[in-house]
């Protein structure tokens, strides 16, 4: 991300000191990202994001290709990172305990995918991919969803997620929640009584 985010600011002609004056971030901290020595906060992207007139989709990496003309070249990385570093993760809940819900963005691939590294741990996630295709590795079994697709499962199974391949990149819905807290469907109640 940090060689995008240069990009976007020489683009602009502004300078770090500039930026920083215009955004509080100090420049010392933008330069540290740039170089990729720290990794930004959403705060942070958000305040750059305007500075620069992008969409966080943009500075991520993960914008959809435009279909009316050639793309400029991304910049180099300065090293080789799995496409799970490069993830973004926003937070849609700000209280603690209960429920919490995230939106992820997995950025393109370049190469093929490898299985997604598994973690377990207590409590309860729902998944629902609302863009490109999602490896959801659970156990000893595979699945691959499409948008539209929601898994849930109970994270003491050792779970793991990855892009699945080229075309673009993932983005998906995450609800979790402490162990023994699921998510409870509701149907239309045919009772007129009801409401």
Not at 58 to 85: F, I, K, N
Not at 104 to 120: E, F, G, I, K, N
Not at 153 to 169: E, I, L, M, S, Y
Request: proline content about 12%.
């Amino acid at each position: 991300m940090g060689p995008r985010l240069r990009t976007a600011r020489e683009r602009q002609g502004a300078t770090l000191n500039g930026v920083g004056r215009a955004t509080g971030i100090p420049p010392s901290t933008l330069s540290r990202i740039e170089t990729g020595r720290r990794k930004p906060t959403l705060e942070v992207l958000l305040r750059l994001a305007k500075a620069y007139g992008v969409s966080l989709d943009e500075l991520a990496g993960t914008a959809p290709a435009a279909a009316d003309g050639p793309r400029a070249p991304e910049p180099p990385s300065p090293a080789p990172q799995r496409p799970a570093h490069d993830k973004a993760v926003l937070p849609l809940t700000r209280y603690v305990g209960g429920l919490h819900a995230h939106k992820h963005v997995l950025p393109a691939l370049d190469a093929p995918p490898t299985r997604p590294r598994q973690v377990s741990h207590d409590g309860y996630e729902w998944l629902c991919v609302l863009y490109g295709r999602l490896w959801l590795a659970l156990g000893d079994h595979d699945l691959l969803l499409s948008a539209g697709d929601v898994a849930e499962f109970d994270t003491r199974t050792a779970h793991g997620v990855a892009n699945a391949g080229p075309g673009g990149p993932v983005e998906y819905l995450i609800m979790f929640g402490p162990q023994g807290e699921r998510l409870r469907p509701r149907t239309p109640v045919s009772d007129p009584r009801v409401r």
